[in-house]
Every structure is written in structure tokens, then in C-alpha cells.
């Protein structure tokens, strides 16, 4: 059974940083274009990074261009996102999956809290 563990999440006040990891066990992940994915209360889930297999490839949401970063490293089948600048609206829990294809199994998710 494939999983999916996301973790970093927390409490940041406005401006603050955070980093989330999400690491799988799914063997395809070095081949595959992973992103982070947020769902904020009462929304639908929605693709905010994405990053190519190789990682030579980044797309952002445009409420978040500029202040956040996608990352990976193969070697661990992890994908890493660092969050700069944080702000009220990026409240939500945070997951990781594929985006093209065959999902993963969707993991816990990891919650950001942005609040003074």
C-alpha cells in the first residue's frame, strides 16, 4: 500500500515561514510531477505548486507566486514546499499528490495556521 505523509504544518504568525515535507513510498515518484495541494475550510481542494519529475520545472498558483517555493529530492521521494511571507489566506490543510494520471492516496495533510 503506497502512502503519503505530509508534515511542517503549524501556527505562524503574518510574515512567517514555513517548510513542509512530504515524503511516499510510491515508486513511480521520480517520474512523476508532484504537487502541493491546499484545501481551506468549506473549499475544494486546489493545486497551488507543482514541480516536473526532474525538478527543471516549477508552476505556481498566482496567490502565491513569489512567495513560495516548490522543491524535490529523488533520492528520498520527497517534495518540499517553503512558504515566505505567509498571510491569513493561506490558512488550509496542505497535501501532496501527483498531478497528472493516477493519484496516490491522498495522506493526513499538514495544517497551516496563519494568525497574530
Known amino acids: 500500500q503506497v502512502q503519503v505523509a505530509e508534515s511542517g504544518g503549524g501556527l505562524v504568525q503574518p510574515g512567517g515561514s514555513l517548510t513542509l515535507s512530504c515524503t511516499t513510498s510510491a515508486i513511480s515518484f521520480s517520474i512523476s510531477t508532484m504537487g502541493w495541494y491546499w484545501q481551506a475550510p468549506g473549499k475544494q481542494r486546489e493545486l497551488v505548486a507543482q514541480?516536473?519529475?526532474?525538478?527543471?520545472?516549477?508552476n505556481y498558483a498566482d496567490s502565491v507566486k513569489g512567495r513560495f517555493t516548490i522543491s524535490r529530492d529523488n533520492a528520498k521521494n520527497t517534495v518540499y514546499l517553503q512558504m515566505n511571507s505567509l498571510k491569513p489566506e493561506d490558512t488550509a490543510v496542505y497535501y501532496c499528490n501527483t498531478v497528472y494520471g493516477l493519484r496516490l492516496p491522498w495522506g493526513q495533510g499538514t495544517q497551516v495556521t496563519v494568525s497574530s
Open positions: 514541480i516536473s519529475s526532474s525538478g527543471g520545472s516549477t
